[in-house]
């Protein structure tokens, strides 16, 4: 049984639906800690004071926000939490939106969404609402002293809670130099090259695709535990052809 | 101008079309340093070795990786490196999926694909690539090397231009099991209800009328300690009742919307609504 990371409620109008949530996603980096290659003791990361060059006890140390050049404001831990907002128990529905409309990008982490022992019902019944109308909740909620913009869907049989970025934290394509071409693609190319993509279609299977680099770091770290020697393989570059019609057809070829 | 991350070149096939990486996402989370609370000095971290007591400088500071068996095996920076994907300047493209098949939980950082180089050839082939793929709805599937990892990646056609997520693999996607509710299908008639109040609070999404609320008062407080005021927590509101009676729920949020015309809110909401939300459907929902 996964272990929920916080409790409680989407509201919306009289509709209270108690719910606890869950992390979707489980990074898999494999993970290092610092060690000493002279002795192999563990590294330890000690604060000192920039001016004193002596060591600063936990305690001691403050958080500060620079106003200006040099100049902090220092703010505590409670006053950081101030601007948490007041929704640190609701999951505050502000409007159902058509789920295509959401283009991904505004999604950032996600979460699963589970009901509390006396919310199935309700649950299921935003589960089912959702679902039917292709829709997702976009809400506000207070998570770690930190108040989100949430979007709610039904995925297969649970709800899924996406915290999404705000607009002004996206790139819009306008903010980029992007270099046009003079002349546009004729027929036949895209042709050729809709062949090549039709050629290379498959059903999109997660579970085929592993992370080489994960495995290879896991092998290499076996290997050295067994007292192997690791060493780099080289592979050159491909280079890249100049005539893009030539191209395409050699790739069908 | 952001600055690009990567330049390389997008392949398929035997076609390449030249690229430059950019991030389509910026932070704009508001950060604090550490300060040594008696002189307001920035906070350094020194690395310390935990058993001789002394300083470690960066070289000598390995990478240890501990087995289930409890022993430790320390890799050098030379070792990672050596097992460090190799640097390719290619985005390797090995197929094509359906666009709607990709569920949103595989994407993990959003980038944007530019074309680069002066010629005509590498701008055409790019945009080749857009209208081919925009066509069909197809995203392709690749793997390149950012830094020192390898990522999974899709690219899709966004704004008429190539925007490129790095994924997550299939294993780092936790299971549903022991969170979805099991038993019984809800009550059709609770269903149907909650459909109707969900298109009455319906909306088309206008991320612009969306703002950081938190960002806003994170600065609010900053500015107020500044001035030397005293910040204090807001009240926070109250976990709502859970109603006995859903049914009843729905009614009397429905009966409450419908009082208040089709630009309401539901009553129990405190949260303002985005500025410049269009409110078209809701209107036409109510009709």
Same mark, same amino acid.
């Given at each position: 049984?996964?272990?929920?990371?916080?409790?409680?409620?989407?509201?919306?109008?009289?509709?209270?639906?108690?719910?606890?949530?869950?992390?979707?996603?489980?990074?898999? /980096? +494999?993970?290092?800690?610092?060690?000493?290659?002279?002795?192999?003791?563990?590294?330890? =990361?000690?604060?000192?004071?920039?001016?004193?060059?002596? #060591?600063?006890?936990?305690?001691?140390?403050?958080? $500060?926000?620079?106003?200006?050049?040099?100049?902090?404001?220092?703010? &505590?831990?409670?006053?950081?939490?101030?601007?948490?907002?007041?929704?640190?128990?609701?999951?505050?529905?502000?409007?159902?939106?058509?789920?295509?409309?959401?283009?991904?990008?505004?999604?950032?982490?996600?979460?699963?969404?589970?009901?509390?022992?006396?919310?199935?019902?309700?649950?299921?019944?935003?589960?089912?609402? *959702?679902?039917?109308?292709?829709?997702?909740?976009?809400?506000?909620? !207070?998570?770690?002293?930190?108040?989100?913009?949430?979007?709610?869907?039904?995925?297969?049989?649970?709800?899924?809670?996406?915290?999404?970025?705000?607009?002004?934290?996206?790139?819009?394509?306008?903010?980029?130099?992007?270099?046009?071409?003079?002349?546009?693609?004729?027929?036949?190319?895209?042709?050729?090259?809709?062949?090549?993509?039709?050629?290379? =279609?498959?059903?999109?299977?997660?579970?085929?695709?592993?992370?080489? =680099?994960?495995?290879?770091?896991?092998?290499?770290?076996?290997?050295?535990?067994?007292?192997?020697?690791?060493?780099?393989? &080289?592979?050159?570059?491909?280079?890249?052809?100049?005539?893009?019609?030539?191209?395409?057809?050699?790739?069908?070829? | 101008?952001?600055?690009? *991350?990567?330049?390389?070149?997008?392949?398929?096939?035997?076609?390449?079309?030249?690229?430059?990486?950019?991030?389509?996402?910026?932070?704009?989370?508001?950060?604090?340093?550490?300060?040594?609370?008696?002189?307001?000095?920035?906070?350094?971290?020194?690395?310390?070795?935990?058993?001789?007591?002394?300083?470690?400088?960066?070289?000598?500071? $390995? =990478?240890?990786?501990?087995?289930?068996?409890?022993?430790?095996?320390?890799?050098?920076?030379?070792?990672?490196?050596?097992?460090?994907?190799?640097?390719?300047? /290619?985005?390797?493209?090995?197929?094509?999926?359906?666009?709607? &098949?990709?569920?949103?939980?595989?994407?993990?950082?959003?980038?944007?694909?530019?074309?680069? $180089?002066?010629?005509?050839?590498?701008?055409?082939?790019?945009?080749?690539?857009?209208?081919?793929?925009?066509?069909?709805?197809?995203?392709?599937?690749?793997?390149?090397?950012?830094?020192?990892?390898?990522? *999974?990646?899709?690219?899709?056609?966004?704004?008429?231009?190539?925007?490129?997520?790095? %994924? *997550?693999? $299939?294993?780092?996607?936790?299971?549903?099991?022991?969170?979805?509710?099991?038993?019984?299908?809800? &009550?059709?008639?609770? +269903?149907?209800?909650?459909?109707?109040?969900?298109?009455?609070?319906?909306?088309?999404?206008?991320?612009?009328?969306?703002?950081?609320?938190?960002?806003?008062?994170?600065?609010?407080?900053?500015?107020?300690?500044?001035?030397?005021? !005293?910040?204090?927590?807001? #009240?926070?509101?109250?976990?709502?009742?859970?109603?006995?009676?859903?049914? #009843?729920?729905?009614?009397? !949020? %429905?009966?409450?919307?419908?009082?208040?015309?089709?630009?309401?809110?539901?009553?129990?909401?405190?949260?303002?609504?985005?500025?410049?939300?269009?409110?078209?459907?809701?209107?036409?929902?109510?009709?």
């Amino acid at each position: 049984m996964p272990r929920s990371i916080w409790n409680g409620t989407i509201a919306f109008g009289a509709v209270a639906v108690p719910i606890k949530l869950y992390s979707a996603v489980e990074a898999k /980096t +494999v993970h290092f800690h610092e060690v000493h290659l002279a002795d192999g003791a563990r590294i330890e =990361h000690r604060t000192f004071c920039s001016k004193e060059g002596k #060591e600063v006890p936990r305690d001691e140390v403050v958080k $500060g926000f620079e106003v200006r050049s040099g100049r902090y404001v220092v703010v &505590d831990k409670e006053e950081i939490a101030a601007a948490g907002g007041s929704r640190s128990r609701i999951v505050d529905v502000d409007r159902f939106v058509p789920l295509a409309d959401i283009d991904p990008v505004f999604f950032d982490k996600s979460y699963f969404v589970g009901p509390q022992d006396d919310g199935i019902d309700a649950y299921k019944v935003l589960h089912a609402a *959702l679902e039917q109308t292709e829709r997702a909740a976009i809400a506000r909620f !207070t998570f770690h002293n930190r108040e989100y913009l949430a979007a709610i869907r039904a995925h297969e049989n649970v709800l899924v809670l996406h915290t999404m970025r705000f607009a002004d934290e996206l790139v819009a394509p306008k903010q980029l130099d992007v270099p046009r071409a003079a002349r546009k693609p004729d027929k036949r190319e895209v042709d050729m090259a809709q062949k090549l993509i039709e050629s290379l =279609h498959e059903d999109f299977r997660p579970g085929r695709l592993h992370d080489e =680099h994960r495995e290879a770091i896991l092998t290499a770290i076996k290997a050295k535990a067994k007292g192997k020697e690791i060493v780099a393989e &080289d592979e050159p570059d491909a280079e890249a052809p100049d005539d893009l019609m030539a191209a395409l057809e050699a790739s069908l070829a | 101008m952001p600055r690009s *991350l990567w330049t390389g070149s997008l392949s398929f096939g035997l076609v390449n079309v030249p690229v430059a990486l950019f991030s389509a996402a910026r932070d704009q989370d508001l950060h604090f340093n550490q300060l040594h609370e008696k002189d307001g000095a920035r906070i350094e971290t020194r690395r310390f070795c935990a058993e001789e007591d002394a300083e470690v400088a960066y070289e000598d500071i $390995g =990478h240890g990786y501990e087995l289930d068996s409890g022993k430790q095996v320390v890799l050098t920076d030379e070792e990672l490196d050596a097992i460090a994907p190799r640097k390719t300047r /290619t985005i390797d493209i090995q197929s094509f999926v359906d666009a709607a &098949d990709i569920d949103p939980l595989f994407f993990d950082h959003p980038y944007w694909l530019v074309p680069t $180089g002066d010629s005509e050839g590498p701008r055409r082939a790019y945009r080749l690539l857009v209208e081919a793929m925009g066509d069909a709805d197809r995203v392709a599937l690749g793997r390149f090397v950012l830094r020192t990892k390898e990522y *999974l990646v899709a690219v899709r056609v966004r704004d008429g231009l190539l925007a490129l997520t790095t %994924m *997550l693999f $299939g294993d780092e996607i936790r299971e549903t099991k022991g969170i979805a509710p099991g038993g019984r299908k809800p &009550d059709k008639q609770a +269903v149907d209800h909650a459909v109707k109040l969900v298109e009455a609070l319906g909306d088309d999404f206008d991320a612009s009328g969306y703002k950081d609320e938190y960002r806003k008062r994170l600065r609010a407080v900053i500015k107020d300690k500044e001035k030397g005021g !005293t910040i204090e927590a807001p #009240e926070q509101d109250a976990e709502p009742e859970v109603a006995t009676d859903l049914m #009843e729920a729905l009614r009397k !949020t %429905m009966a409450d919307l419908d009082a208040k015309g089709s630009k309401g809110k539901p009553a129990s909401s405190k949260g303002k609504a985005p500025a410049k939300g269009k409110r078209r459907r809701a209107a036409k929902s109510q009709a």
